[in-house]
């Protein structure tokens, strides 16, 4: 008798052991799928974010290499006038052709000041929307002729004959 | 642009051109570059254009990357 009531008490003990490790773990399990469920949010937005910046960067390196060819274009058309100076000696030139000279530096100097503003947002005069060429639109500064039907300034490669 | 008009000036031409300015009732009182002064003058002026478009580059490159980056991605 002694030995059966041992036994059950035994037994409803670890019934009831078993009742408690079954519901805490049940609480664990229900806390550990809530901690899933915010990091799969956490890491889902990472990932957004992630996205993002790879698509910034992306824009970002496209705009640098534009800016990158296009400073090498303005370098190339910065030195085009200073080619054609070293080929040129003013002073002796003033000596033998004043005249041709002085019509010469006073057209540039109307073309160079064009060229500041067209690039400032200045409208093209009808002589500049007609011309048929880069050279005929402005000698100083070819490489901002629209083409035939401007619709814009843009700056262009230049070429040996600017 | 403001106007501006220059004169070539040599040892022949110098006195027709002085009694040209004086003839239009200019004072005649010369501001005088040699020819390299004058080369220099127009490489700097070249120096400064190629500034405005590098300016104007950067700021286009600006411009294309926020329009870019503000367009709405789709869900």
Known sequence: ?????????????????GYVYYTETQKTITILNENNAKLEVAIQSSEDALESLQGNIKAMQEENDRINKEYANIRKQNGLLASKLERLDLGAAAVVNPDGIGKAVNLGTINAGRCFEILSGSELTEYERNAE????????????WPGPNPSGVSGGEPTETD | MREVKWYVINEDNVDAIMAELDGKGIAVGLYALTGKGYGNLGQNFSDI???????????????????????????
């Open chain 1, 1 to 17: 008798m002694k030995l059966s009531l041992i036994l059950l008490l035994i037994i409803a003990l670890m019934g009831f052991s």
């Open chain 1, 133 to 144: 060429n880069a050279k005929i639109f402005n000698k100083e500064c070819p490489w901002l």
């Open chain 2, 49 to 75: 254009r190629a500034l405005v478009q590098q300016q104007q580059a950067i700021i286009l490159a600006y411009q294309n990357y926020y329009k870019q980056n503000d367009t709405p991605k789709e869900e």
